[in-house]
């Protein structure tokens, strides 16, 4: 952790930002002119605001991370800093995961739109912060872990990004997301197969989860999809005709949906004023791929999205996706799948599973409605307590099979999905 710290240093600062360290270069005067630390601003934007009752624990969490943020206030402490930053990041960590609870922000639920802007973005600072820890920790696993072999030779290939620019009829500087580079990178530099993953460590806005989406040759693990109005792509001068031909149409496809969505006169309230969120309903096709069941040699994994529906969406990713779409009335669905599906994503309103397999020919994916108390063996999860990072252990029955139960509000669907149909 020390080396991660260390390599990060200006960057964690800045996110602390005590008056004394120095604001990042790009900030113009007005925003060195309102420069707040980070424990300033939980004592004035956030502690006051949380005064249910339900929130004491988060509270007196706050409250012990503002003590441990303080000796940070003083330049002295430039003269220890990495002691200072590592008990800033453990303490951010501590705050920020909780048994059942990935983040502050979604610990806050509902709480987060009483928070003023700075308020909210403090929130945001705390769990960013958090993930230096939860990445070392992620590091270890895999040095430790049975996937170690593959990651004794890797290569870190850098980047360059883009610089803002500002598109005809834009009225400020846009920037290219790090989704987009990375895509573009590929449509550059070729190779095969390609990956299937989209290895990020931040979450999709969005446009990049549109624009993945409408690519349709890549995957991301988790998508927040807030509206950024200052998201661009760079003028592709590096592409052939029928790259750039192919960008074109995804950017056309986007917009028309973006105005189907619009046409809708749909909205919800937005669960953090200010901050502006994809909040229009997303068709079937466009939800974002989280990671909820996964094949490994002695478990399997379970991850998933709160969602309230009863309307379950199949898609087949296949050379040709297909997708298939299962009401109530479809149900139960037992069916044996194709040998040339790789992956299922079983999506129940917002709330998504997603399995990928290692071997062929398809297994066999059973989803059924399900009433009173699950035969012993079988776990149920419901969707509102599960955490979107953390893993569950979910071992194979005596059918070489994973079984479980998904609440998702009033409805239970039990998921099996294995080598053999047993219904």
Known sequence: MFRLLRRTTRRIMQRLSPDWYPAPSHW????????????????????????????????????????????????????????????????????????????????LGSSLSELSEAGRKAVCQIDKLARYLRMSGDLVKLAA???????????????CSPEPRKPKGAHEMCSVHAEIQLILHYEMHPCHPSPRAMGCSKSACYLCDLFINRHGRYRISFAHRRLYPKWTIPNAVFLDSEQVGSIRRIIRDMTQEMERLISLGRSSALSAPIESMACLPLSSDLVSEVRVAEKSEDHKSV??????????????????????????????????????????????GTMTVFFDFEEAPGPFLSVKGAAGLATTGIRTFCVDNLSTRDDVALPSDEDDRVRFRLRVSASIFEIALGRRLVK
């Open 303 to 348: 991850l998933a999205e709160s969602g309230s529906s009863t309307t379950l969406t199949l898609i087949l990713h296949r050379l040709s996706q297909s997708v298939l779409h299962l009401g109530d009335e479809s149900l139960p669905f037992h069916e044996e799948l194709p040998a040339t599906c790789d992956a299922v994503q079983l999506t129940l």
């Open 28 to 107: 113009n005067a007005q925003q060195r002119q309102k420069k707040k630390s980070l424990r300033d601003r939980i004592l004035k934007h956030v502690l006051p605001n949380l005064r249910t009752s339900s929130l004491v624990k988060v509270r007196g969490e706050l409250n012990s991370l503002v003590a441990v943020l303080e000796p940070l206030e003083h330049s002295q402490a430039a003269q220890s800093l990495s002691q200072h930053m590592r008990r800033a990041v453990e303490a951010c960590a501590e705050t920020s995961t909780n048994p059942g609870r990935s983040s502050l922000e979604f610990q």
């Open 145 to 159: 872990g049975s996937s170690r072999q593959m990651f004794q030779s890797l290569m870190v290939e850098h980047i």
